[in-house]
């Protein structure tokens, strides 16, 4: 069984949130302030994280880059506010997903499954028929890819972003098929960040064979990778 922790610091919140995810068939364990909830995260017996924005003892902006640095747990903003700059600044530090109240708890487990499932796809690209080296391999169980042998230094949401791609070489994906994919947002407004990401997955490629642009852009269209890699 799946364990969701909750780090929540109004109790009718956090009650209504741990019914919902147990009417689901899901284990749920709530922590009322942000840094026992990190320690909780740490122990590595977590699934998911629905984490509060407006925590009294920790910024949840600040408690996400924590995780982050210690787990590729992913992770749900549960927040009052709805900023665009907010949700922006979320998805940027390392949330999967980002819920405003109020809020429908339905919804909300709806967006839990959608999450949990995305993480369970297969990321592993297939060595083609034929070929004898594969320069890019990527582990989904361990969150992890190795590029020439080398491991690439990923964020969740580069290595998100590097599974989807690779998932189908070639394919053009457009920026609303990735936000979709790997943000779970379906927004315009987050094209920038889209590129930001493509941008920096680039990069890491690039310290290992400075020659090689393994993300073709598309112009007006969207973003492949290679598919002789």
């Not at 315009?188 to 642009?213: C, M, N, P, W, Y």
């Amino acid at each position: 069984m799946k364990t969701i922790l909750v780090i929540e610091d109004e109790q009718s919140i956090a009650d209504t949130v741990v019914h919902s995810i147990e009417r689901e068939g899901y284990a749920a364990v709530w922590c009322e302030r942000g840094l026992p909830g990190l320690e909780r995260v740490k122990a590595g017996d977590c699934a998911l994280v629905v984490l509060d924005i407006g925590l009294p003892d920790i910024s949840g902006f600040e408690l996400c880059k924590a995780i982050r640095a210690v787990s590729g747990v992913p992770v749900i903003f549960l927040t009052a506010r709805d900023d665009e700059i907010d949700k922006i600044v979320g998805l940027e530090i390392g949330a999967d997903d980002y819920v405003t109240k109020p809020f429908s708890p339905r919804e909300l487990v709806a967006r839990i499954k959608t999450v949990l499932r995305r993480m369970e796809l297969p990321a592993e690209r297939k060595t083609k028929e034929g070929s004898s080296h594969q320069r890019l391999v990527i582990d989904p169980a361990k969150l992890q890819a190795l590029f020439d042998g080398r491991k690439l230094e990923l964020t969740r949401y580069e290595f998100n972003l590097l599974s989807l791609l690779a998932s189908h070489p070639g394919h053009v994906y457009t920026r609303e098929a990735i936000m979709d994919a790997v943000w779970s947002s379906d927004s315009d407004s987050f094209d920038r960040t889209v590129d930001a990401h493509v941008k920096s997955l680039r990069a890491k490629f690039r310290e290992i064979d400075g020659s090689l642009d393994p993300i073709l852009t598309h112009r007006g269209m969207g973003y492949a990778l290679r598919d002789d890699l």
